[in-house]
């Protein structure tokens, strides 16, 4: 695999990844994370998904060939 030809996008509901740590951190993560290339859209949730698809919120259909889904439930 040539990790140039590969794209990554995180796709998170909130204002901002890592939601559960303070703000200077996640902060810091999101830097490094798109100094590297890797692309971030928050504020955004899946509201459909296909085996090469995926569609956000936004409605634009993001071609995948992988999906880690990083999503949890809070029931209280």
């Known amino acids: 695999m040539n990790f140039h030809e590969v794209e990554i996008t995180i796709i998170e509901s909130g204002d901002r990844i890592v939601p559960k740590m303070e703000a200077s951190f996640a902060t810091h993560i999101h830097k490094i994370l798109i100094e590297k290339g890797v692309i971030i859209i928050t504020k955004t949730k899946i509201i459909s998904r296909t085996s090469d698809t995926a569609t956000p919120s936004s409605g634009e259909v993001v071609k995948t ?6 999503g949890w439930h809070s029931y209280s």
């Open 65 to 70: 060939k992988t999906v880690i889904w990083m």
